[in-house]
């Protein structure tokens, strides 16, 4: 039963560092993205 539970904490860890992962690169695009949509205003 032990084994099972830190099988299943080492699936969130790695979920949390692909959605962390995803959620900067996230960020990036939409600051990149800012300079064009203010100029188009």
């Not at 904490?9 to 949509?37: H, I």
């Amino acid at each position: 039963q032990r084994r099972k539970l830190s099988d299943k904490v080492d699936v969130a860890k790695r979920e949390v560092g692909f959605t962390r992962t995803k959620y900067q690169q996230a960020l990036k695009d939409m600051s990149d993205q800012r300079p064009r949509y203010e100029q188009q205003m």
